[in-house]
C-alpha cells in the first residue's frame, strides 16, 4: 500500500472574499453662509468684550490701595495721595484734611479716609488693620542759639556792641520760633530795643518778611576775659602757659582787680585751686635776689664798669631796689636787681663814685 501524500497549495494571500467591504463615495459637505445679521451680532459682542478687557486688565494689573503709617505733613493740607499709596494720579492730589499745627501731631481714623476714597469713586484701600493714622507737621525749630545771634547782630548794628563781648539771657523757658520747612533765610531781630542802664532788650524774631514771627525779651550781659587756672598751684611754684587759660566771664560778676592774662614765669604768692579767678597780688616775679645771698654789685658810669662782691639785706624781684653791703669796704649801697644774683648801682655823686671804687673793685673792659 502506498502512503497517502497531503496535498501542498501555494501561499495565497488575497483575502477572501466574504470579508471584503464595498467602498462607498460620500459627497464632500458644503459650508452654509451665515446670514448676515448673526455676523453683526458676533462682531458686535468681540468688540464689547474687547473694549471690557482693555478697562479691566490695566486695573487688575495696578497695585491695590492701601493706608500710609505715620505721614508727615509738610503742608497745610492733606491729600488723598498724603495718606493713600498707590492712589491714582487724577485724584492723589484732592484735598481731604487739614494738617496740625507747626511741629504739632494728630491723628486721622482710618474708616474716614477710606470713606472718603469711595466718596471720590475709587475702589477699596486696605487699611492693614490700622485704626488711625498719625500725622506730624514738619516745621523749621529756630532755637534759643538762632535766636541769640539774631539779638546781638541787632545790638551792634543799633547800638554800636561788641557781639564777642555780649551773652543774651531770654526770659521764658528757652522760646522757639516755628516756621514751614520752606521758609529760608537768615532769622532777623525787628523793633529792637535797650536800655543801656537797665540792660534788658525786646524784639521781634522774625523770618521771611514777618511770614514766621515771635515777640522775645531778655537781658544783655556784658562780658570780658579773665585768665583762669586750669590746675593748682602751690605757694611759690612758677607758673607757665599751660597752665593758665582766657575765658569770658560776666562783668559783673567778675572781680574788679581780675587779671586778663598771667605772665609766664611769675610764681604764686599762696595756694591757688584750679578754676581760681586770678587777681592782681595773686602772682608775681621771682625773687632773683635772697636775703644774704652773696651777689654781684655792678657800677656802671661814663668810660667805666666795675663790678665787686656784696651780700644782700634783703630779698628782692626784677626791678625791685633792695640794700647790699659791700663785702670790702663793708659800706650799706642802694642797688636795683638786675638779674639772678646780680645788682646794679649808678653814680649819685662824689660819695657814690668814691665808694664804688673801694678795694676789691675790678674793673670791666
Known sequence: MYAQTPAIHDVDDRPDLADLKPIVRRPTARVAPMPFAVALRAGLAFAAFAMIGAWTLPALAEAPMRLRGDVTARGDVLTLGDLVENAPAAAAARPLFRAPALGATGTIQARRIVDAAASAGLGPVETGGRAQVSVQRAARRVAAAEIEAALKRGLQAG???????????????????????????????????????????????????????LRVTGVAVELREVAVLVRAVGRGERLTEADVTLERRPREGAPQDALAQAVPGEVAQRALAVGTVLRSGDTAPPELVARGEMVTI??????????????????????????????????????????????????????????????GSTALR
Not at 323 to 336: G, Y
Not at 338 to 354: D, E, I, L, T, W
Request: charged share 15%.
Open 298 to 359: 655792678l657800677y656802671e658810669a661814663p668810660g667805666i664798669t666795675l663790678s665787686m662782691r656784696g651780700i644782700a639785706s634783703e630779698p628782692g624781684r626784677l626791678g625791685a631796689a633792695v640794700n647790699v653791703v659791700n663785702a670790702a669796704s663793708k659800706k650799706v649801697l642802694q642797688a636795683v636787681v638786675v638779674g639772678q644774683g646780680r645788682v646794679s648801682v649808678s653814680p649819685a655823686g662824689p660819695q657814690r663814685q668814691a665808694s664804688a671804687a673801694l678795694p
Open 159 to 213: 547800638y554800636g556792641l561788641d557781639p564777642t563781648m555780649l551773652s543774651v539771657r531770654l526770659d521764658g523757658e528757652g522760646p522757639v520760633l516755628l516756621a514751614p520747612t520752606d521758609l529760608g533765610g537768615q532769622v532777623a531781630a525787628l523793633d529792637l530795643t535797650y536800655d543801656p542802664r537797665t540792660r534788658r532788650l525786646a524784639g521781634l524774631i522774625s523770618l521771611g518778611e514777618r511770614q514766621a514771627s
